[in-house]
C-alpha cells in the first residue's frame, strides 16, 4: 500500500475494521441493522418523520420546520459531542498498541491522523446514513431536491466536527489520569462519572439547546439549511459555523498529534493498585480466607478468591452488569416513577436486574475470562464440576446478600405487607442463586471450541451470549413478576397468585440452575483445544 | 518405569494430520527432548499429553492415567505452555498460592516451597502484580508453578524462552533435581545446547511423525555431526540421512 503515511495507516485500519465485521455475523447485522433502523425511524416512512417537515415546508409553513431541524441539529451537536468525549476517553482514537508497526515506521502525526479518518469512518457508517435519509426525505416531502444538499452535506461535516474535535479531549484525560498515576478503579470511577453526565445531558438537551440558541454552535443549523428555501438560513453564519470548525479540528489534530507525543512517550506505566503492595504478605492466611476455606474446602476457596481478587483488581468486568443495571434503572423509571406501578415494584425490580447484573460478568465467558492462564485451570487436575461451583460461588456469594437482602430490604422500607416482602426476598434469591448457573451454561458456548482460544485474552462476554442469558433471565422471572407486578399496579393480589407466581420462577430457577450446572460441567468436561 | 507412554497417537483437524503414529516411551527420572521444526506438532503433541487436546486416535497414558482423563491426569503432571499461563492481576505470590491450593498441595509443604523456589529463582517481585512483569519473569512464575507440586511429569515447551543466562541455569538445576527425584521431563525446545546438555534421550518430530529418536550423542554419530544443532539441521534438511537414521537402533 502506497501513498501518504496517514492514507495508509487509515487505509489499514479501515481494511481491518472492515474484515473484522464482514467476517463476524453479528457485527455485520448491527453495523447494518443500526443505520437502518435510525433512518426509518428519522425519514418518516412509517409514522411521523423528515417526509412530513417537507410536505410542511411545501404547506408554506418554512418557520416551524426551520426551527425544528434548528433545534434538531443543535442537540445533534451536542449529543454527538458528547459521544465523541466518551469514545476519546474511552481511547477509541488512541490505542497506541494497536498502530505500534506505525509507530515505528512512520511518524506520529501520520499515526494520530490514520486512526481519527478511521474513527469518523466508523461513526459515518454507523450513524450518518439516517441523517442523510432523513435529508432526502425532506426535501422529497417539499419537492425541492436542492434542500437535500445542505441537509445531507452539513450533517456530514457535523459528523467529522465531533469526532474530530473530541479526539484530543481522550488524549488529555489520558495525559491527566497517567500523570495523576490513579490506579484503575479510579480511571473506572471517572468513567461512570463521564457516563452518568452523558445520560444527565441526554435527558436535559432541550434546555441545553436552549441555553446554545444565541451562540455560535447554533450557526450549525444554518449550515443544514442553507439550500432549504424559505426558511431564512443565513448564509454568512453558515459560512462561518463552516470555517470556524474547520479551524477547530485543524486545532484539535494539531493538539491531538502533540498529546499523543506525550500519552504514547511519556513512560508512564499503568499505576499499581493500593493493594499490590511488595509486603510479602501470606494473604493466604486471612481470616476471611479461613472463613471460605471452612465453608467450601480449600481448592474452591482458592478459586473463588482468585475471582474476586481478578474482578475486583480488573474494573472492566464490571462494565459487563452495566447493562443489567441499566435494565434496573429503565424498569424504574419506565413502569414506576413515571409509569403506574407503585413503589412496591422497586424490591422486584432491584430483584430481577440485579440478578441479571451479578451473573453478567466473568461467568458469562468462563473459558474465555480465563484467557492465558487456561491450560493451567485445565491441567490442574480439579475437576470440571469444582470449577463450575466455584465460580457460581464466588457470584452467589456475593449477590444473595447484596440482592436477595436488598429487595427484602427495599420491600419493608416501601412498606410492603409482610407476605409481599417474603415473596420478593424468595423472589430476588432464586434468580441470584440461578443468575450464574444459567450464566456458566450458556458462556461455555462463548467462545467456541476454535484454535486460538489459548494464549489469547476473549472479549468478555459474547453479546450474543448476554442476550440468550437475559433472555433466559426473563422467562424464568416472568410469572413472579407477574405475581408480584400485580400487587404493585392494583395494590392487592390474590394470595395464590402471588405464591403461584413466585413458586413457579422458584421452581423454574431449581429446574433451569440443575440443567446449566450440568451443562457447563459436561462442556468443560468436553472441552478440547482444536 | 515409563510415565509417559503414547501408541499410535494421531490428531487431525479436519483433513490436516498434525501427528500422525506417535510412539513414545519416557522413563520416570529421564529427560525427553522434543524437538522438530516449526509447526511439526510438538505443541500439539503437548497439548495431548496435558489432556488440553483430545487425541483422535491412539492411546496415551501419563503416569498411568489415560490423557483422555483430564480430572486425574492433574494431580501428576505439570505444563510450562509457550505462552504462561499466568492471571496478569495477581500477584506471582497470590497466583502460586492459588495453583498449590487448587492442586491440593499440604499448606505446609506449600509455605515452604514457593518461597524456596521464588527465591531460587530470584523473583524479586513476587509480591508485585503480574502484568508489570518482564517476559522473564512471568516465565520464571510460569515454571514455578508447573514444579511446585513437584510432579510425575513435567511438560516444557519452551521454556527458557525470556530467560536470561542465569535463570537458565537456575532452570537447569531445578530440572536435574527434578529428574533425581523421579520425574519425567517432557522438553520442548529450540535451544537445542539446552537439549543436548539435560536430555537422556531426544525425539525429533517432522510434519507429525517421528523421524528419529536416541540419545543425544548417538543422534549426533549417526548423522555424523559435532552438535546436536548440526544433526537436527542435518535430519530435516536431508531425507537420506534421516531414512538412515530411521534405520539405526
Known amino acids: 500500500m502506497t501513498g501518504p503515511p496517514a492514507l495508509v495507516v487509515a487505509r489499514v485500519t479501515v481494511v481491518e475494521l472492515y474484515r473484522r465485521v464482514s467476517g463476524s455475523t453479528p457485527m455485520a447485522v448491527l453495523f447494518t441493522a443500526l443505520p437502518v433502523f435510525f433512518a426509518v425511524q428519522l425519514s418518516g416512512l412509517f409514522g411521523p418523520g423528515a417526509y412530513d417537515y417537507g410536505l410542511q415546508l411545501a404547506a408554506g409553513d418554512a418557520e416551524a420546520v426551520g426551527a425544528r431541524v434548528r433545534e434538531a441539529t443543535v442537540s ?209 492466611e486471612t481470616r476471611p480466607r479461613a472463613a471460605l476455606t471452612d465453608l467450601v474446602g480449600r481448592e474452591a476457596a482458592a478459586l473463588v478468591e482468585t475471582t474476586w481478587r481478578r474482578t475486583a483488581r480488573t474494573p472492566k468486568t464490571l462494565w459487563y452488569v452495566y447493562p443489567g443495571a441499566l435494565v434496573g434503572l429503565v424498569m424504574a423509571e419506565r413502569l414506576v416513577y413515571a409509569g403506574p406501578f407503585s413503589a412496591a415494584m422497586y424490591p422486584v425490580v432491584l430483584g430481577f436486574s440485579g440478578a441479571v447484573a451479578a451473573g453478567s460478568g466473568f461467568t458469562l465467558n468462563p473459558l474465555g475470562t480465563e484467557g492465558d492462564a487456561l491450560p493451567w485451570l485445565l491441567t490442574a487436575g480439579v475437576g470440571s464440576a469444582a470449577v463450575v461451583r466455584a465460580k457460581a460461588l464466588a457470584v452467589v456469594l456475593v449477590a444473595v446478600p447484596l440482592v436477595a437482602g436488598g429487595a427484602l430490604g427495599v420491600a419493608l422500607a416501601v412498606g410492603a405487607p409482610p407476605a409481599v416482602a417474603l415473596a420478593a426476598l424468595a423472589f430476588a434469591l432464586a434468580l441470584s442463586v440461578l443468575a450464574p448457573l444459567l450464566s456458566l451454561a450458556v458462556g461455555v458456548h462463548y467462545p467456541p471450541d476454535a484454535e486460538g482460544l489459548l494464549g489469547g485474552s476473549v472479549a468478555v462476554p459474547n453479546k450474543s451470549a448476554s442476550a440468550a442469558y437475559t433472555l433466559g433471565m426473563l422467562v424464568v422471572a416472568a410469572p413472579g413478576l407477574g405475581g408480584l407486578g400485580q400487587f404493585a399496579l392494583s395494590g392487592s393480589v390474590a394470595p395464590a397468585v402471588l405464591a403461584g407466581g413466585v413458586g413457579l420462577t422458584t421452581l423454574l430457577a431449581v429446574v433451569a440452575g440443575r440443567l446449566g450446572y450440568g451443562h457447563a460441567v459436561a462442556r468443560l468436561d468436553d472441552y478440547s483445544v482444536e | 518405569m515409563a510415565v509417559i507412554d503414547t501408541e499410535g497417537l494421531r490428531k487431525a483437524y479436519g483433513g490436516v494430520t498434525a501427528v500422525e503414529g506417535l510412539d513414545l516411551t519416557v522413563e520416570a527420572g529421564s529427560v525427553y527432548g522434543f524437538l522438530g521444526p516449526n509447526g511439526a506438532g510438538k505443541t500439539t503433541t503437548m497439548r495431548m499429553l496435558t489432556g488440553l487436546t483430545r487425541p483422535s486416535d491412539g492411546t496415551a497414558t501419563v503416569a498411568g492415567v489415560d490423557v483422555r482423563d483430564r480430572d486425574r491426569l492433574g494431580e501428576h503432571i505439570g505444563y510450562v505452555p509457550d505462552t504462561p499461563p499466568l492471571y496478569e492481576t495477581l500477584t506471582a505470590r497470590e497466583h502460586l498460592h492459588a495453583v498449590a491450593d487448587v492442586r491440593g498441595l499440604d499448606p505446609a509443604v506449600k509455605r515452604e516451597r514457593v518461597p524456596e523456589l521464588i527465591e531460587r529463582f530470584d523473583l524479586a517481585a513476587a509480591d508485585d502484580r503480574i502484568e508489570s512483569y518482564s517476559t522473564g519473569m512471568k516465565q520464571k512464575t510460569s515454571i514455578i508453578q508447573a514444579v511446585a507440586h513437584e510432579p510425575a511429569a513435567l511438560f516444557l515447551d519452551e521454556p527458557t524462552s525470556g530467560l536470561d543466562p542465569t535463570a537458565t541455569r537456575t532452570l537447569k538445576a531445578v530440572l536435574a533435581d527434578l529428574r533425581q527425584g523421579g520425574t519425567a521431563v517432557f522438553l520442548s525446545t529450540h535451544a537445542l545446547s539446552v537439549a543436548d546438555e539435560l536430555a537422556d534421550r531426544v525425539g525429533l518430530l517432522s510434519d507429525g511423525e517421528l523421524l528419529a529418536e536416541n540419545d543425544p550423542e548417538a543422534l549426533k554419530a549417526a548423522s555424523e555431526t559435532a552438535t546436536l544443532e548440526a544433526a537436527f539441521v542435518e535430519l530435516t534438511s536431508d531425507e537420506e540421512a534421516a531414512a538412515r537414521l530411521r534405520g539405526s537402533p
Open chain 1, 76 to 284: 445533534g451537536l451536542v449529543l454527538l459531542g458528547l459521544m465523541g468525549v466518551l469514545g476519546a476517553g474511552a481511547g477509541n482514537s488512541e490505542r497506541k498498541e494497536r498502530y505500534v508497526t506505525f509507530l515505528t515506521a512512520s511518524t506520529t502525526r501520520a499515526v494520530v491522523l490514520g486512526s481519527v479518518c478511521r474513527q469518523v469512518l466508523v461513526w459515518t457508517v454507523m450513524l450518518w446514513p439516517a441523517a442523510a435519509v432523513a435529508g432526502v426525505a425532506v426535501a422529497a416531502g417539499a419537492g425541492r431536491p436542492v434542500a437535500a444538499l445542505s441537509l445531507v452535506g452539513g450533517s456530514l461535516w457535523l459528523f467529522a466536527v465531533a469526532t474530530v474535535a473530541t479526539v484530543p479531549v481522550g488524549f488529555a484525560a489520558r495525559w491527566l489520569l497517567d500523570s495523576a498515576g490513579l490506579p484503575k478503579n479510579a480511571r473506572l470511577g471517572l468513567g461512570v462519572g463521564l457516563m452518568g453526565g452523558f445520560y444527565a445531558l441526554l435527558f436535559s438537551r432541550e434546555q441545553v439547546t436552549a441555553a446554545l440558541s444565541g451562540t455560535p454552535v447554533s450557526w450549525a443549523g444554518d449550515l443544514l439549511l442553507v439550500t432549504v428555501p424559505g426558511v431564512d438560513a443565513d448564509p454568512l453564519a453558515a459560512a462561518g459555523f463552516l470555517l470556524g470548525t474547520a479551524a477547530l479540528m485543524a486545532v484539535a489534530l494539531a493538539l491531538s498529534v502533540r498529546l499523543a507525543g506525550v500519552v504514547w512517550y511519556g513512560g508512564h506505566a499503568d499505576a499499581p493498585e493500593g493493594d499490590a503492595g511488595t509486603a510479602p504478605v501470606d494473604r493466604q
